[in-house]
T-cell receptor
C-alpha cells in the first residue's frame, strides 16, 4: 500500500516548455487535489476532483490543466511553463471529499524549477 | 472567505521545552480543524484533527482544542524532542461546499536543539 505517489520528484524546465505531473493513489479514494507550496504562503489549491469524471478550479488555476484519468490517477499539466510556476507541487486524496471531517493524504511532492 | 492565521516562525526551542503554536481561523458555520506536519523533504502528514467545538485532538504528545468562542486551535506539546523539528500547518475544512477544500495557514518552522 503505497498511498499517494507522484512523479517526477524533481524537474527543471525552460520557459515555454510543457510537462505533466503524475499522481496516483491506491486507497480507493473518491477525491483528489493538486496544491502548490511557496515559501511563506502555505499550500494553495490549484485544481481538485471531487469524484471520478469531475474537475474544478481551486484558488490558483491559471496556467494549469488537469485530467482525472480514472479513479486512481489525477494529472496536472503545464502547457507553457513560466518562472512564476517554480514551486513544490503536492497531490492529495481523500476518501469522501464531500465531508469536512475527511483527512487528506499527501504525496511526497514534485519540486519544479522553471528557468 | 475562509482564512487561517498562524504564528509567525521560525521557532527554536531546546529539547524538553514546552511548545505552543498559535492558530486562529475565520470561517462560517462549524469547520473541521487540522494540524499537519511536514518533515524535511517529505509531504504533509496529518498530526491531529478536531471536528466540533470543544473537541481535543491529540497524537504523539501533541494536543489542540477546538475553541469556537475564540476561533482558535492552538497546537501544544509539553516536552519537545529533536525529532519534532518540522514545519507545522494549521488548516480548516468548511462545513459546506463541494469537495471540502482545505485552507492552510502559512506554516511555522520548528527547530528543536539538543
Amino acid at each position: 500500500n503505497a498511498g499517494v505517489t507522484q512523479t517526477p520528484k524533481f524537474q527543471v524546465l525552460k520557459t515555454g516548455q510543457s510537462m505533466t505531473l503524475q499522481c496516483a493513489q491506491d486507497m480507493n479514494h473518491n477525491s483528489m487535489y493538486w496544491y502548490r507550496q511557496d515559501p511563506g504562503m502555505g499550500l494553495r489549491l490549484i485544481y481538485y476532483s471531487a469524484s471520478e469524471g469531475t474537475t474544478d478550479k481551486g484558488e490558483v488555476p491559471n496556467g494549469y490543466n488537469v485530467s482525472r484519468l480514472n479513479k486512481r490517477e489525477f494529472s496536472l499539466r503545464l502547457e507553457s511553463a513560466a518562472p512564476s510556476q517554480t514551486s513544490v507541487y503536492f497531490c492529495a486524496s481523500s476518501a469522501r471529499g464531500l465531508l469536512s471531517t475527511d483527512t487528506q493524504y499527501f504525496g511526497p511532492g514534485t519540486r519544479l524549477t522553471v528557468l | 472567505g475562509d482564512s487561517v492565521t498562524q504564528m509567525e516562525g521560525p521557532v527554536t526551542l531546546s529539547e524538553e521545552a514546552c511548545l505552543t503554536i498559535n492558530c486562529t481561523y475565520t470561517a462560517t458555520g462549524y469547520p473541521s480543524l487540522f494540524w499537519y506536519v511536514q518533515y524535511p523533504g517529505e509531504g504533509l502528514q496529518l498530526l491531529l484533527k478536531a471536528t466540533k467545538a470543544d473537541d481535543k485532538g491529540s497524537n504523539k504528545g501533541f494536543e489542540a482544542t477546538y475553541r469556537k468562542e475564540t476561533t482558535s486551535f492552538h497546537l501544544e506539546k509539553g516536552s519537545v524532542q529533536v525529532s519534532d523539528s518540522a514545519v507545522y500547518f494549521c488548516a480548516l475544512s468548511p462545513s459546506s461546499g463541494s469537495a471540502r477544500q482545505l485552507t492552510f495557514g502559512s506554516g511555522t518552522q520548528l527547530t528543536v536543539l539538543p
